[in-house]
C-alpha cells in the first residue's frame, strides 16, 4: 500500500519560512519523480515544484521561483519543500505527489501523478 504522509505545515508570519516533508511508503522511492501541488480555498490544485528521481532536475512554478526549493533525499524515501519569503498568497492545503517518470524534467501536470498524499495546511498572516 503506498503512502505519502506530509508534514511541517502551520501558520507563519508573512515573510516567514517554513519546510514541508513528505514521507513515501509502500513504492520504489527511487523509481518515482516527485511533486508538491497546493490548493487554495475555492480554488483548482496547482503545481508547485517537482524533483526528478536522482534529484538532479527540478521544476517550479513562476510564482514561487527563487522562494522555494525542492529536494529529496532518497536514502530516507522523503521530499522536501522549503518555502521562505511567504506571503499570504501561499497560502493553501500543500500536496505531495509521485509519478511514474523516467524523464530529466519533473512533470507539472497533475495528470501525470499516480499518488498522492492527504495534504498538510500552510497558513500566512499578514
Known amino acids: 500500500q503506498v503512502q505519502l504522509v506530509e508534514s511541517g505545515g502551520g501558520l507563519v508570519q508573512a515573510g516567514g519560512s517554513l519546510r514541508l516533508s513528505c514521507v513515501a511508503s509502500?513504492?520504489?522511492?527511487?523509481?518515482?519523480?516527485m511533486g508538491w501541488f497546493r490548493q487554495a480555498p475555492g480554488k483548482e490544485r496547482v503545481f508547485v515544484a517537482s524533483?526528478?528521481?536522482?534529484?538532479?532536475?527540478?521544476n517550479y512554478a513562476d510564482s514561487v521561483k527563487g522562494r522555494f526549493t525542492i529536494s529529496r533525499n532518497n536514502a530516507k524515501n522523503t521530499v522536501y519543500l522549503q518555502m521562505n519569503s511567504l506571503t499570504p498568497e501561499d497560502t493553501a492545503v500543500y500536496y505531495c505527489?509521485?509519478?511514474?517518470?523516467?524523464?530529466?524534467?519533473?512533470?507539472?501536470?497533475?495528470?501525470?501523478?499516480?499518488?498522492w498524499g492527504q495534504g498538510t495546511q500552510v497558513t500566512v498572516s499578514s
Open positions: 505527489a509521485a509519478a511514474r517518470d523516467r524523464t530529466w524534467s519533473p512533470p507539472k501536470r497533475h495528470d501525470d501523478y499516480n499518488y
Open positions: 509502500g513504492l520504489g522511492f527511487t523509481l518515482y519523480a
Open positions: 524533483i526528478n528521481r536522482s534529484g538532479g532536475g527540478t
